[in-house]
Nanobody, 125 residues
Framework: QVQLVESGGGLVQAGGSLRLSCAAS????????MAWFRQAPGKEREFVAA????????YYTESVKGRITISKDNVKNTVDLQMNSLKSEDTAIYYC??????????????????WGQGTQVTVSS
């Protein structure tokens, strides 16, 4: 089992920045990929970014490229999401997710075995 706990959400003005963090505990040696998803009000949960636990390859959804950066710390077992130039459309609950199996597909939610409880990000315009 892997437990995930997110932190760092909050209220920010458009154009501002926030840094989300996800702390993993438990069977962290089994981790293959860590990711962030988000769910805006009235919308489906969507992929935001992911990072391979070994090697560090990163993946982003098109709408956040250049504004959002995913990073990891294998010693602290954390995955961070640095969000800059935030827009009102970034308002959502952000979820951390982890998968223990390797695969070339990154985005589908069904591939992830563990999920955090989510943290709210609200961007005011």
């Amino acid at each position: 089992q892997v437990q995930l706990v997110e932190s760092g959400g909050g209220l920010v003005q458009a154009g501002g920045s926030l840094r989300l963090s996800c702390a993993a505990s438990g069977r962290t040696l089994s981790l293959n990929t860590m990711a962030w998803f988000r769910q805006a009000p009235g919308k489906e949960r969507e992929f935001v970014a992911a990072i391979r636990w070994s090697g560090g390859d990163t993946y982003y959804t098109e709408s956040v490229k250049g504004r959002i950066t995913i990073s990891k710390d294998n010693v602290k077992n954390t995955v961070d999401l640095q969000m800059n130039s935030l827009k009102s459309e970034d308002t959502a609950i952000y979820y951390c997710a982890a998968r223990t199996t390797y695969g070339t597909l990154i985005r589908p939610q069904r591939l992830y075995d563990y999920w955090g409880q989510g943290t709210q990000v609200t961007v005011s315009s």
